[in-house]
């Protein structure tokens, strides 16, 4: 519903107007009317109407005075001239007053309705407009903070022209004056499990309210979340020691301050100093490098990437001598010593001035040999690879030595675990093809546990422990029940005589086989053969 007041100085108009028409019908109402331009304006500076019809000629201030009075002060009101023949000068007065209609006197009801409607249509369709530029504005402001995130995002980490940097920088108010750059990313030193990502996200965004409020007052400087919860901060100046020393001050600062009012640490990386804009990313890259040392020299510290440099060489030993021991060691299947290899490397890592990409390979190398022991004995790993698939990445992920030993020795006790089952599995299948080869040579008066032992390459001794926990049996009676077995199915089913039966189940010594057999059954062969004749069923 738009708003409407009436101005003329003869009351007749003023009431006709007011009364022959229906605003509501029209999406009007009318707030009331004035005799003169002066009433006129306290009435417009008082209800601020969306649309005022006036006369030109009036007392005190005419229609003209008032309508340049309103354009000025509420320039949004639309202004309706009532004019006649005689009033032609002063309508051209008001076109240059940008007065959005005229109307001719004397004025009619249709003529009005005709106007307020077309004025409606032209004020929604203006409305429109203007709403939807709030809202279009609104959302801007909504995602500027997103937009400047994203654009210093991009600069850390993408080649990015000087000019558009400039524009950019005046586009979000950023001031980076120079002319030297240095960057500082801050990361927490643990982080949660994924089951308390949402921990994670909050102390990140805690770690960032710090630094915000530590910044604030800092001259020349940028501060943004960037990738995997760590906030980057950017910092110009015009001398290289005091912008060090000043990076050195504000990261101090931070460190501390997140210590005492948080339940965790923060590591700071301090990259290079740059000269130009589009090298900042060069810095930024730096102080993730920095960060990346933390694995190494361990938490809650400062890091300058320059230091680090200059950091006098300790070598790292070669390390064959503690792989061969770990190797040995998962064969055997000693945990205490798999966990005292996976120490003693650890200890090493950590005492030689390494780059941490060396750090990693070494790492690796270890992993590729566990593997490589996994294949030689049979097992292809899928239970050490297979449960995560993911080994490389978890590598990269830690970030200290501490979280390597843990995952390695998780690690080595899949490994050992994978050892454990791949020599069951193997014995298993050796244990079956000793009982099928016994299967397949029962008849065989030679038949040995020396045989067997040699056709699937194992020792006598641990032969005959294994071969006794798979079956229940020594191998001599395993071998003993076989041939029982077979020489019933002989009596019962074939006519063949006791000696033929006995050399047919592996037996030289027909009495010998006798003998065995009444003490297997408990009758002899002949009987046996009887009791089975005459239907007679021993159980």
Not at 313 to 329: F, H, K, N
Not at 351 to 361: H, T, V
Not at 498 to 515: H, L, M, N, R, W
Request: hydrophobic share 40%; glycine share 6%; with cysteine.
């Amino acid at each position: 519903m738009y708003t409407i007041l009436i101005v003329d100085d003869e009351p007749i108009v003023r009431e006709g107007i007011r009364n022959r028409i229906q605003w509501a019908d029209h999406g009007f109402e009318c707030i009331g009317d004035c005799e003169n331009g002066r009433d006129a304006l306290e009435a417009v500076t008082r209800h601020q109407p969306d649309v005022v019809l006036t006369d030109i000629n009036m007392p005190y201030m005419d229609g003209l005075e008032l309508s340049r009075h309103i354009t000025e002060r509420f320039p949004k009101t639309k202004i309706i001239i009532l004019t006649g023949f005689d009033d032609f000068e002063y309508a051209q007065q008001a076109v240059k007053l940008q007065v959005t209609d005229f109307i001719l006197k004397p004025v009619t009801s249709a003529e009005l309705r005709e106007m307020l409607g077309k004025l409606k249509l032209e004020m929604d369709e203006e409305r429109g407009h203007t709403e939807h530029l709030k809202r279009l504005k609104q959302q801007l402001n909504e995602s500027l903070v997103l937009l400047k995130e994203r654009f210093l995002e991009r600069l850390a980490s993408s080649p990015m022209k000087r000019s558009e940097i400039e524009s950019k920088l005046a586009y979000f108010d950023i001031r980076l004056p120079g002319p030297l750059y240095i960057a500082m990313a801050a990361d927490m030193d643990e982080l949660r499990t994924d089951e308390q990502q949402v921990d994670n996200e909050l102390y990140a965004f805690a770690l960032y309210n710090i630094m915000q409020e530590i910044l604030a007052g800092e001259p020349g400087t940028a501060i943004f979340r960037y990738k995997e919860n760590k906030v980057m901060t950017i910092l110009s100046g015009s001398g290289e020691e005091e912008l060090h020393a000043r990076a050195q001050e504000l990261a101090e600062d931070i460190r501390g301050s997140t210590k005492q009012f948080m339940k965790f640490t923060v590591t700071l990386g301090i990259g290079t100093i740059c000269r130009e804009l589009q090298d900042i990313r060069y810095s930024c890259r730096a102080s993730e490098a920095a960060l990346e040392y933390r694995l190494l020299i361990g938490r809650d510290q400062v890091v300058h990437i320059t230091d680090l440099e200059k950091r006098g060489d300790a070598p790292l030993q070669d390390g064959i001598e503690t792989e061969s021991a770990l190797i040995s060691a998962i064969r055997a299947g000693t945990d205490l010593e798999v966990r005292a290899c996976i120490r003693r490397l650890i200890s090493e890592l950590g005492s030689a001035s390494i780059s941490i990409e060396l750090c990693y390979m070494r790492v690796l190398r270890v992993m590729l040999a566990v593997l490589q022991t996994l294949m030689e004995i049979g097992s292809n790993g899928n239970e050490l690879i297979g449960k995560e698939k993911r080994l490389l990445s978890d590598l990269y992920s830690f970030r200290s030595l501490e979280e390597i030993e843990r995952w390695l020795n998780e690690v080595c006790e899949q490994a050992l675990r994978d050892v454990a089952k791949a020599r069951k599995d193997i014995t298993r299948t050796q244990m079956l093809e000793a009982v099928d080869f016994i299967q397949q040579h029962y008849e065989d008066a030679e038949l040995s546990i020396k045989t067997v032992c040699s056709r699937i390459f194992m020792s006598t001794s641990y032969f005959s422990a294994l071969f006794k926990s798979h079956t229940g049996k020594t191998f001599v009676e395993y071998v003993t029940e076989v041939r029982m077995e077979k020489a019933k199915e002989l009596l019962k089913h074939s006519l063949l005589k006791t000696y033929e039966i006995a050399a047919k189940t592996g037996y030289q010594d027909p009495q010998y086989f006798s003998v065995l057999f009444k003490k297997h059954t408990g009758d002899t062969p002949t009987e046996y053969r009887n009791k089975m004749t005459s239907g007679e069923v021993r159980p």
